[in-house]
């Protein structure tokens, strides 16, 4: 449809005359408000809202609000990262200034007791290098017996 089939179209809507819809619209919005509509008003508006929202002008500006609307959250969550990225390298800084004091010069850790020292397996000839190996599992235990109570003796309660 044409903008000037619109034109007339629109031109016949606004000719028309209200329909109680519009009558009973226009009342309901002066007891919601308090404001007194213009009845013709109303009745365009009603007749005309629909084709507004689908109009290539609407469309257009619906679609640059939501552009702005993404730059704005785009720049929002970049100044974010921004400040906590700040924040995060002052703590860091911090933390490295309190550690620096409180840590003491290296010293060696104390010796623990050490095992018994075990003979040293030969060593094989030099091999290719091949993937590590998983750690040996320590030999299982022979499962533990359950040694029996000694028997009772009777009490003079039990006789």
Not at 1 to 15: F, I, L, P, V
Not at 84 to 108: F, R, V
Request: glycine share 2%; proline share 9%.
């Amino acid at each position: 449809m044409s903008k000037s089939e619109n034109a007339k179209t629109y031109a016949e809507r606004a000719a028309s005359e209200p329909t109680e819809l519009h009558r009973n619209f226009a009342e309901w919005i002066k007891e919601q408000t308090g404001y007194e509509p213009d009845l013709k008003t109303v009745q365009i508006v009603c007749a005309m809202r629909m084709d507004f929202q689908r109009s290539e002008e609407n469309q257009s500006h619906l679609a640059d609000r939501k552009a702005a609307a993404e730059a704005k959250r785009k720049k929002q969550a970049a100044e974010k990262k921004a400040r906590l990225e700040k924040q995060l390298a002052a703590l860091q800084a911090e933390l490295a200034k309190e550690t620096a004091g409180s840590m003491p010069a290296e010293t060696p850790a104390p010796a623990a007791k050490k095992a018994p020292a075990k003979k040293a397996a030969p060593v094989a000839p030099a091999e290719p290098a091949k993937a590590p190996e998983a750690p040996a599992q320590p030999k299982a235990r022979a499962p533990r017996t359950r040694r029996t109570a000694a028997p009772k003796t009777a009490t003079p309660a039990n006789k």
